[in-house]
């Protein structure tokens, strides 16, 4: 597949998600990214702002497989994963596959679950396979989690643990719209409750031209003085005091196979500077942690990490 042909799959799947969701151009394009570099996306925002209604565009606008979590407090590992369960007929274990058995899993309000169920997507979503009672089963490439979270509230949710947050290839805030916007909202959606009816859209993607894709961006050349750059952002989380811990190896290498997938999605086969600096708040503000002193005067992780974008050099 020649990047052509990439950039318009990309467009084809914005114009469908569009049909149902207005704005939000950079999540979706996020989204994109994520897809054609193998990775996993979180949606973090208040109630209300369509961050499930994103990911059931997304899902809906490709041919794949969807299945969908409601994340709540009694959720057990097991009501994800599966279980094995006794045949009398047969005398024998049969598998009853869970919903994580599917190709694009949309994990809805993953930080209400406990930490133990947090914990089944660990294996899912770093190779691709789970693990049930001594038994591997492969979820096969077209695999990708998009899970949502609400950041303000407190009663009855989890805190992702940073080990499951550097599972995450983005980290995507979905603020409030503008108003003209939210007027075309109302406009759309202002007719009684359309979220719960399927979404008319059509599937302008399948697997095989996601692999083609993904086979593409492989390909996109990033020069070594942009690996240098990649490396050293990353290396300068690590160094700023107001952070207490910086981004890890996983995070460099995600972030140079995602500046890939950008660069393909916007027809180049090479990677620039400004492709990195574009994905580098989403890529790390999730991988690193405030020191408390930075926290008291009021600084994010996305202040810190634009401070360091600053800070380091770019390569001409």
Known sequence: MDLATIHDLASQVRAQVHQVVVGQDHAIDLLLVSLLSEGHVLLEGVPGVAKTLIGRAFA????????????????????????????????????????IFTELLLADEINRTPPKTQ????????????????????????????????????????PLPEAQLDRFLFKVTIGYPG???????VARHGHGNTMARALPLT???????????????RDVRASDPVLDYVVDLVRATRERPQLLFGASPRAAAMLAAA???????HGRD??????????????????????????????TTEAVIKQILELVPAPR
């Open 60 to 99: 809906a606008s490709m041919s794949l497989q969807f299945g969908r979590v409601q994340f709540t407090p009694d959720l057990m590992p097991g009501d994800i994963l599966g279980t094995n369960l006794f045949n009398f007929q047969t005398n024998q274990f049969t598998l009853t596959r869970g919903p």
């Open 119 to 158: 914990a089944a997507l660990l294996q899912a979503m770093q190779e691709r396979v789970v693990t049930i009672d001594g038994t591997s089963h492969d979820l096969g490439p077209g695999f990708m989690v998009v899970a949502t979270q609400n950041p303000i509230e407190q009663e009855g949710t989890y």
């Open 179 to 185: 108003r003209d916007e939210e007027r075309a909202i």
């Open 203 to 217: 599937p302008v993607a399948d697997l095989a031209a996601i692999q083609a894709a993904r086979k593409a961006v």
């Open 259 to 265: 500046s890939r997938a950008y660069a393909a999605l």
């Open 270 to 299: 090479f990677v620039l500077p400004d492709d990195v600096k574009a994905l580098a708040v989403p890529a790390l503000r999730h991988r690193v942690g405030l020191a408390p002193g930075a926290e008291i005067d009021g600084l």
